[in-house]
């Protein structure tokens, strides 16, 4: 570790002190990251665990025999114990025991899922979303158009990728308040880091929507209180959480938005009564009607102990190291330069950690202004131990408004049908303005430390004066670009 840097560090966010037994547990329970020189930084693709989680796991694994838990068995019995013990420990983590149900599902996708095919859209309804959303509430609209409702985006404002209030109350009046409406957000942006501010639930349950909060990037680093914050759903895929286990995430319903919902099937393990000859089924009530076949039930113990892991750090600890780091990892990158005095990199979102989280999305540029190919750095950090994302991060809506791409653009590059791919678009784009997509996705979480934000940065300043990885014809003038913050 450079020390005059940590020094420097410590000055600007001494708070970061505070935080110091997390450092320790780097040590311990997360010593293999230091060990195998790997620096992780994409929390927003999945958190890490901590070894602890797994040796605990197992002990509880051993300590019984555990069986399918749709039947009176003792092994049945003791399964569906620990299941609803976990149940009982997702909702007290958000509040939400009084006034919630948890509906474990696979993940986060799955929840939203259930929402989409379950919401009564209909001729006169609306499906409202914000142009930032993963693909996973993207996709509700297909839900939503094939029975007839209305979709809408709500856009971003530029160059921070936050939600433009005003558009958004402007679309939330526009509903025919005789149907069912729904409206989808994320608490944060999987993109831009952004975090949206979670007082649009009141405003839209004010103006009768039903609102489905997609909070998979929000709750690894911050606290949902959903005593306060009362939307009618909430999506959530626990090893973004706490990295482990796999396969296990929720749906949290509001009670009384149990009525609205209107399964369009029925499967085994959902039904109180079901009959072939009559062709009739009784969906069983709440979370045992939407759970369909048989639970994650090995896994779902391990959300207890995860989620305990989570309380004894805290998340107040969580959120000021991340923000501290993330500070420090926007202010250092925006300040690198070339030799001729331009910068290397622009960023998509917030430039500060004022509302917002641990995600910063980038580009870097060669000493002209043209994009350098970010796959390539992606392989390059790779080869330097530094794990990186690249793309488009499966959020579709917030990289087109970042890189100002138009339906015009994006409907070339659907016209190319089923070979579509982001090389392929990228092409395409090049000869219609210069323009570019995909991006460099670096996120911070529980584990993080100074060193990995350090190893970045200087990954980063590698690129100096670079012009070999430069992509082809794609340029940007980083000094007349409006849509974008330069760094500036
Ligand atoms: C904001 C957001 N929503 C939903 C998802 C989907 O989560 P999963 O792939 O676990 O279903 C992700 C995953 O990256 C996400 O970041």
Known sequence: MNDTSYLRFLERYPEYRDTATIDALRASDYSRLDQSGHTYLDYTGAGMYGESQVREHARVLASAAFGNPHSASRASITTTGLVEETRREVLAFFNATANYTAVFTLNATAALKLVGEAFPFGRGSRYLLTTDNHNSVNGIREFAAAKGAVVDYAPLTLPDLRIDRTELSHRLALADLSHANLFSFPA??????????????????????????????????????????????????????????????????????????????????????????????????????????????????????????????????????????????????????????????????????????????????????????????????????????????????????????????????????????????????????????????????????????????????????ETTLTLGAVTFDIESCRVIRDGA
């Open 188 to 465: 944060q942006s999987n993109f831009s880091g952004v975090k949206h501010p979670l007082e649009i639930v009141a405003e839209a349950r004010a103006k009768k929507w039903s609102v489905l909060l997609d909070a998979a990037a929000f709750v690894p680093t911050s606290a949902l209180d959903l005593s306060e914050i009362r939307p009618d759903f909430v999506a959530i895929s626990f090893y973004k959480m706490f990295g482990y286990p796999t396969g296990v995430g929720c749906l949290l319903v509001r009670k009384d938005a149990w009525p609205l919902l209107d399964r369009p099937w029925f499967a085994g393990g959902t039904v109180n009564f079901a009959t072939v000859q009559g062709r009739q089924h009784l969906l069983a009530p709440r979370e045992a009607g939407f759970e369909d076949g048989t639970l994650n039930y090995l896994s779902i113990p391990a959300v207890t102990i995860g989620l305990r892991h989570l309380q004894r750090i805290g998340l107040k600890q969580i959120e000021t190291r991340v923000r501290c780091l993330t500070s420090w990892l926007l202010e250092e990158l925006l300040a690198l330069k070339h030799s001729n005095g331009r910068h290397m990199v622009r960023l998509y979102g917030p430039a500060s950690c004022e509302m917002r989280g641990g995600t910063i999305t980038f580009n870097v540029y060669d000493p002209d202004g043209h994009l350098l190919d970010y796959r390539r750095i992606e392989e390059l950090a790779t080869g330097e131990g530094i794990s990186l994302r690249t793309g488009c991060f499966c959020n579709p809506g917030a990289g087109e408004t970042a890189e100002g791409l138009t339906e015009d653009d994006m409907m070339a590059g659907a016209a190319g049908g089923l070979d579509m791919n982001l090389p392929r678009f990228m092409q395409i784009i090049q000869h219609r303005g210069g323009k570019s997509a995909g991006a460099i996705r670096a996120s911070l979480g529980l584990a993080s430390n100074f060193t990995d934000v350090e190893r970045l940065l200087r990954f980063v300043a590698g690129f100096r004066d």
